[in-house]
């Protein structure tokens, strides 16, 4: 690997020479230009970047990005990551998939990638429909969705994302979404700063084929009754103070701020407890503030580090290579 | 019959028993000796697809077979000479194939009525009152004889018997004149730990060679060293012969090794050898599937690593998609498939050559690149060694193919010094001066080989897809006519990797022969031998076999053409067969067997002879 | 120019704009009003690889091509006579292969400063400053005159502009004599619950048929009624001809249709058609990849439906361990593959032929099964009836191949009645009396084809699975002789398929034509057209379509070989060619096209007559 | 379908008429002899069950019994009982498959299963390892595990498949063992009455290659320390009625019965409640109890009703069928 002297870079110095393309008013577009505006903040030499996705129109992503990168397969780029993670544990390495590569086809990988703990960032942009192939619903659709392929409305039971990560014990969770630049770049920047996996829901707007799907959660009027920012340390509070959480038994509260409610009893954001984490992802219904920012955060070792310590075990029990001995093995006899 | 020796050029002996009989442990040991004796030999295990097949059974019945002798040895050997049976299903299951005058070396202790009944005989069938008289049978009480020798040691019966096929390994030894130093050197690394197995070990096997000694009216054979080429020779399987290639092609080419493997059978063992060479820098990763597998190894091989991945059967089926994501890539991997019975789940502990057009063609679009194959046991090392190379410096998959029959089998291998491989150099691509014109990933060089550009080179920024790319410049362009002529460089560059070959060599023949038998794979043992039989009776049979397969030499067509018959054995329904007719239009006739075991040369003999009568 | 009247056989209009200028709704417009018109026709559309690509950019030009005319059409047509451009970009994109003396309209608003810059038009470019001089032009500002027209409708600009299609396609209806009345129902169906919308467009439609009428000095066309042959026509494209043959063959077999996919391009509208039918108990399910789709098309064929998955490209790669699956189960399955441009991602909106060698070999083991290719749009139908049939009735996997372009493309369809469709006999397993002997999947009859049990059949309880099983009790076998049994047993029930077939027709010529030229695939139209205008010529050229690939007919071979000469063409690296010169031993040539487009038939014409001249 | 006349069966009639062939000792003959004893009492048709297996020691058990059965593909099973059960809602089918069948390479079609909710019993024999292709560590092997492949101890951090199947979404999750028949048949009992994916992990031993993996919870002298049976609507007591577990705060902890903590203070279970399953799922640890039985249920739609559903549906909305004027379409014309 190469020493780069250290550079400090723009943002445009991470924007490839490839035109975007996709639909105007994209909710990728908005991604990309703040991943753009955090990477020169984190300080990784541009050549050691790389993007990883696999197939859809958020994974059309590493094309601009002026790093190294591959648009792989449909569902794979957990694997690749891995791969190419373990060859070079030197890398920052960026997934970047959609409901549906990173759900649908590729559930697997991702799971699997998590439990393992291979120090990467997984960003999932969710815009809880198929994209690239024109508007079918997705594993994150809300049953009973109207689309090309269920004109008589979807019959099949969303996954929550989060929860299918904390069940994948991953060591990173966290939840961001497209129309809120400043959280987005923290939430990006707190996975590059995370050791393991670090997976991020980034809530994205199709507006072409699933149009103001998180509305609730964006729109200006809205959001405040909808979406509880995460704070560590923090009491959960919402709805512009007037709201908070509770834990009652097991079970969250809503509670009404107002009604003299005090903030000494509310739940206070703690991302190392599970069990709050698993709360906080099953908060997902309609009447129901949709958590943000980290939900979860554990320290494991990672794979490619227990990979890497392997070798360097080999090479102590077993001794320096020795190609010679090898191929000779332990039985061997001359013939002259 | 009196105490005397006889020298014979060759056997064959088939060890058989039930999968807890320890009948792997005494072929190997039995292989290992006779290697250090200096004989030329061929094994191959055949074991019960179950993992342990209900005991005393015909299905759970384990076997071993080698082929040893002062000639050459090709082949495990066809029908043994030699037939270990521990009990009545072993014996049932193999006494058929034995050769007239073959002897029998059995424990009668495992002819017992439960036995019988487990092997399948009726109440009334009692094998050895009706033996067959053209053999000579040995039936000792084993189990007895060897209760008896351990009769002091602190174990129970069930751990006595344990070491049954040490005393008839001893017993063995004895009639073949082999040294016992080798196998008591092996019991002591193995149970150093644990004295009274060992010392039971130990007795058994001495206990079975004094048995030899005190019976009377016994023939000992000798088999003289074979002559073989000088130099240092060790024995090896396919499976480890293939895991030696690519750790040598790792050292002489300076990149590390990067395995992506989901067990299967016959594969896993490359998982498992590679695993134990992680002080090579070797990493293995045991992935959650075959695409999983595949696709790490794509990573990998971006990262800079020689990545490898290896399957067998359906496993093949699930790389294709990935195969074809490399192929556009184009960057360097091997893709091992060690062929099984198919299709689907099949037969997956049998052998069969039936993936080879699944290799050449089976994936999506215009997608060739290399296919080779491994032609014996040692010979994986050589061909996992070539593969490398070619993915290494051609920046291509290549896929190679091997066997369940040349991964279990093994075979003496004079291995190469190091320095006796050459490097491998692949075309890694320079630091970049920090400018600001964007690196070109998809220029060529006269070979239409592009460089290698490797995450963490400063300067050499670029991205790579699955999507059709821009000549050059690799940037994704549905233009049609590039895709016209991106598709025309993939298939000329890897039909220039077809420059590298040596010239093409008859293994056996000229050209003036009438007949020629072309094969690839593990059937050069066999259509070696048949050869050589019909060619000693004089007639005008020559040999070829294809290592490389795609792209085919260049000197093949003109070869082929010029013999006026071609018989092309094959162990499926006909697959190399059609490459060959196919390219180069030549009329030639197959011969198919498809039962998840190896030719025997007599096949081969009778069909090249009835060929040749035809004519 | 005088306002006179020409009559043409046939006409090619191709129609272009930016994605959002509604091109295809403009399209498929003047199709079907021209469908209604008597004509016969053929279409095609263009769409760009995004979904929505930067607006006004030539990557960004969405295309729609009619070939209409009164005497036969076999393709969408080679250069168009005329090209409708709604900007700078699709006229830059698509000028150049105009016909020579062809005819342009534009609307001038699509070439201001800011369009023809985004067209990559230099400052200094004025393309209609410098129009071609062998071209007719109507320069039209429609956006101006369409703006003017809707002026006192309560609509924003940008609504105004988006019928600006219309009042192209009411232009093009003047100049080709179609009535606007069908195009009127359509918008009434489709805006009836927003009149303001509705309303615009009328008047759009009406005003640019008016503009036609007002000009002057204009050549109107006029297009007879096609000679078809009597009976009832529809307009239909691939995907959705398929769906409908897949449902056909459900009511003619009696099974439910089971249909599993996963969203993929091209072949995604096959699901968006069938689950709009789930009125004939026909269930769709969107499965979380391709080898879900397959494998729970596998279980619903267990359970007695007649199970469909389509898929493409790297779908395709990950349906192949199914395929063996299913094969070896030896249950009906249609596979069909909309196959695009490859290897890997390739070119997804792309056409291409080039997974033909996938469909034959790209398996592991042996595991031949029934190919079959569509030619046409509507031929899709029969086809997909056909694989179907032969699926339910032979109890294999069948893989059916379509491509891009005739998922997409249209053509005149003589549909038929319910009658004239075959009724289709699965071999159901009748029910069994409780006696206790085990059942016997893989008894076969006459054509080797066993039953079909399924679960709720009482006493007909049994097993199956991938691992090769035993004639006729269909247990799990491992012995060597079954094995090859079996292995033969299913190639001979898969070339048994054969005996189904139509004696082999020639499309045209007859065997003592000199040179054949051998097709398969959407290539059917062009290799016609090219055919037709050589024999009109007096040359001896034959023409052969193949639809089953495998198993190929038995009367194959000998009309192969009767030619002298065979010409292959196909939209890849040659595949087709390299079965006929392996299996019939033709030296047949390839002419090859690999640029995700269809061939012209100049391009074979020229070829075939080049052959005829080397002989 | 053929309507049976009432039979009563006996669990011999279950059994078929080919071979068992595991190793000698192995758990799955247990599982075998109480799945042919359970199905006798459930009453089912014979014709109507359907065993669906994937690849591994575990997935040979449709050949052992005297039903419909399919070996599939490895761990296509899930994708394969979800065909079948669209195409005939009125069978039992019974999934089978392993910890690598079902969680290696089968993860994602069982996490996709149990989402959806398909009425199908999954039963996975959970051996900690992989048992066919000759002893690898598995995705729930311990990491640091020393087999085949892993000479130097595996580096992968195992799944939880009870959390697993949870964050899936799963509608009925439980675990049971080898070891234990009555409790193996209640399980299996509870799994088919239940309407809905029901997922039961089985834990068991794999004599040959990985013998004892669950020695405590099975060994008499061990497993009372070490297992916790699962009683809806009774306290979390084990070791004998010794200890008991609480729940203090979000925190499972346990707690010395004999030190004076009273029954009321325990953890009652309420297999209904997701946040106590999900804690169940988590005793994972090693100086924790391991919860047996029911650990969740919730009544949701089944996948195969919507889908039954809609297509009665498509034929109010659309009609019946009437195949002449499909093929005809909307605009056709004559030509005579
Ligand atoms: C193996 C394979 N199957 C299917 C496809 C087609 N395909 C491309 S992207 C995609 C899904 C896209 O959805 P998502 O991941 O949500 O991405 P989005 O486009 O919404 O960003 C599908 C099904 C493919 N390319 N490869
Ligand atoms: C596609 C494919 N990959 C790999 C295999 C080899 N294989 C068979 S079973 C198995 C794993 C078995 O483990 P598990 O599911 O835990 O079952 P067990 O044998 O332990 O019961 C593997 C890897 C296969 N048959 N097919
Ligand atoms: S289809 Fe949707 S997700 Fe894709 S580029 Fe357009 S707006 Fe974005
Ligand atoms: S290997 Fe293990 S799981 Fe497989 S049959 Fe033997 S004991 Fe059972
Ligand atoms: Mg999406
Ligand atoms: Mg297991």
Redo the contacts between chains.
């Keep these: 690997?190469?020493e780069?002297p250290p550079t400090t870079y723009k943002a445009k110095d991470f924007s490839?020479?490839?035109?975007v393309?996709?639909?105007?008013g994209c909710g990728d577009y908005s991604i990309l230009s703040q991943m753009q505006k955090v990477l020169p903040e984190l300080g990784i030499?541009?050549?050691?970047i790389?993007?990883?996705s696999g197939?859809g129109?958020s994974s059309r992503f590493?094309?601009y990005?002026?790093?190294?990168?591959?648009?792989?397969?449909?569902?794979?780029a957990?694997?690749?990551?891995?791969?190419?993670?373990?060859?070079?544990p030197?890398?920052s390495i960026w997934v970047i998939t959609g409901d549906g590569d990173g759900l649908?086809?590729?559930?697997?990988?991702l799971?699997?990638l998590l439990?393992?703990?291979v120090d990467v960032n997984v960003l999932l942009f969710n815009n809880e429909i198929?994209?690239?192939?024109?508007g079918?619903?997705s594993?994150t659709s809300e049953q009973g969705k109207y689309t090309?392929?269920?004109?008589?409305?979807?019959?099949?039971?969303?996954?929550?994302p989060l929860?299918?990560?904390?069940?994948?014990?991953a060591s990173f969770v966290a939840r961001t979404l497209d129309r809120d630049p400043t959280h987005l770049r923290e939430v990006l920047q707190a996975a590059e700063q995370h050791r393991g996996t670090s997976f991020v829901e980034v809530y994205q707007n199709c507006n072409?084929f699933n149009d103001g799907a998180f509305q609730i959660f964006t729109d200006k009027k809205q959001k405040a009754a909808h979406t509880l920012s995460l704070l560590p340390g923090e009491p959960l509070v919402f709805d512009e103070g007037r709201k908070g959480l509770k834990?009652n038994g097991?079970?969250p509260e809503i509670v009404d701020l107002a009604e003299g409610n005090s903030l000494n009893d509310l739940w206070i954001h703690d991302p190392e407890?599970?069990?709050?984490a698993?709360?906080l992802s099953?908060l997902f219904g309609e009447d129901e503030p949709r958590a943000l920012g980290l939900i979860y955060q554990e320290e494991?070792?990672t794979?490619e580090q227990?990979?890497q310590n392997?070798?360097e075990?080999?090479?102590e029990?077993?001794?320096?290579?020795d190609?010679?001995s090898?191929?000779?093995?332990k039985?061997?006899?001359?013939?002259? | 019959m009196s105490d005397q020796i006889q020298t014979l050029p060759k056997v064959t002996i088939h060890f058989a028993g039930d999968s807890g009989d320890g009948i792997q442990l005494a072929g190997s040991q039995f292989t290992n000796t006779t290697a250090l004796a200096g004989n030329d030999l061929s094994t191959f295990p055949d074991f019960p697809a179950e993992i342990r097949a209900p005991m005393g059974t015909v299905a759970g019945v384990s076997g071993f077979q080698i082929n040893f002798g002062s000639e050459a040895i090709e082949t495990p050997g066809g029908r043994p000479d030699v037939l270990v049976a521990m009990n009545a299903a072993a014996y049932r299951k193999n006494i058929g194939s034995l050769k007239s005058g073959g002897v029998v070396v059995l424990d009668t202790a495992g002819f017992d009525k439960r036995n019988l009944k487990l092997a399948g005989y009726g109440p009334e069938e009692s094998p050895l009152a009706q033996k067959p008289d053209h053999l000579q049978f040995y039936e000792i009480d084993v189990t007895k004889l060897n209760r008896e020798a351990l009769s002091d040691l602190d174990l129970g019966r069930k751990e006595r018997d344990r070491s049954r096929n040490l005393f008839v390994l001893g017993f063995l030894y004895f009639l073949y004149h082999r040294p016992l130093q080798p196998t008591l050197d092996f019991l002591r690394d193995k149970f150093e730990s644990q004295p009274v197995v060992w010392e039971a070990n130990k007795r058994s096997l001495r206990a079975g060679h004094h048995y030899g000694d005190t019976i009377e009216a016994l023939t000992r054979y000798r088999i003289e060293k074979a002559e073989l080429p000088p130099g240092e020779y060790r024995n090896v399987t396919g499976n480890v012969a293939l895991s030696l290639g690519l750790l040598a092609a790792s050292v002489r080419s300076g990149r590390s090794l990067f395995y992506a493997g989901y067990p299967i059978t016959p594969a896993s063992d490359i998982l498992h050898e590679l695993s134990r060479h992680k002080n090579y820098g070797a990493q293995t990763f045991q992935a959650e599937d075959e695409i999983a597998a595949i696709t790490a190894a794509i990573g990998a091989s971006f990262g800079g690593q020689l990545a490898v991945t290896a399957t067998s059967g359906p496993g093949m089926a699930l790389k294709t998609e990935g195969l074809g994501l490399a192929l556009m890539l184009e960057l360097p991997l091997v893709v091992v498939n060690v062929q099984r019975g198919g299709p689907s789940t099949g037969l997956p502990t049998k052998t069969e050559q039936s993936d080879l057009q699944q290799a050449l063609y089976g994936r999506n679009g215009e997608s060739p690149l290399p296919v080779l194959a491994a032609s014996s046991p040692a010979d994986c090392f050589q061909t996992a060694f070539e593969a490398a190379r070619i993915a290494l410096e051609h920046m291509t998959p290549v896929i190679l193919l091997s066997d369940g029959y040349l991964a279990n089998g093994s075979e003496p291998w004079r291995f190469p010094s190091t320095e006796q491989l050459n490097p491998i150099q692949p075309p890694l691509a320079a630091n970049a001066p920090h400018d600001k014109t964007p690196y070109r990933p998809y220029q060529r060089d006269e070979r239409l080989v592009r460089e290698w550009a490797l995450p963490g080179q400063a300067g050499l920024e670029h991205r790579v897809g699955g999507l059709e790319k821009e000549v050059e410049t690799g940037h994704v362009s549905y233009h049609p006519e590039n895709h016209e002529t991106m598709v025309r460089l993939r298939a000329q560059k890897v039909q220039k990797v077809a420059h590298d070959y040596p010239a093409t060599q008859l293994v056996q023949g000229s050209k003036d022969d009438k007949l020629l038998i072309v094969g690839w794979g593990h059937t050069l043992g066999a259509i070696k031998v048949a050869v050589r039989r019909m060619r000693e009776k004089g007639h005008p049979v020559a040999q070829l076999h294809l290592k490389h397969i795609w792209p085919p030499a260049q000197d093949l067509p003109a070869l082929l053409q010029s013999f006026p018959q071609i018989l092309v054995p094959e162990l499926n329904d006909g697959q190399l067969i059609h490459l060959l007719r196919d390219r180069f239009l030549v009329a030639a006739q197959g011969l198919n067997k498809i039962q998840g075991r190896p030719f025997l040369a007599d096949e081969i003999e009778d069909e090249a002879l009835k060929m040749l009568s035809n004519d």
Aim: hydrophobic share 35%; aromatic share 10%.
């Design positions: 690997m190469t780069t490839s020479d490839q035109e393309k996709w639909c105007p030499a541009r050549e050691n790389v993007f990883v197939i129109c590493p094309y990005m002026n790093t190294y990168g591959m648009h792989s397969i449909h569902g794979r957990p694997a690749v990551a891995t791969g190419l993670k373990m060859a070079n030197d890398l649908s086809i590729g559930g697997n990988h799971a699997h439990r393992r703990n198929y994209g690239l192939t024109k079918q619903y594993p090309k392929s269920s004109p008589l409305g979807s019959l099949d039971h969303p996954f929550n929860s299918f990560a904390l069940g994948s014990d072409v834990i097991l079970k407890d599970p069990t709050k698993y709360l099953r494991r070792f794979y227990a990979a392997q070798l075990k080999a090479r029990v077993i001794g320096p290579p190609l010679d090898l191929l000779r093995g039985h061997s006899w001359t013939v002259s």
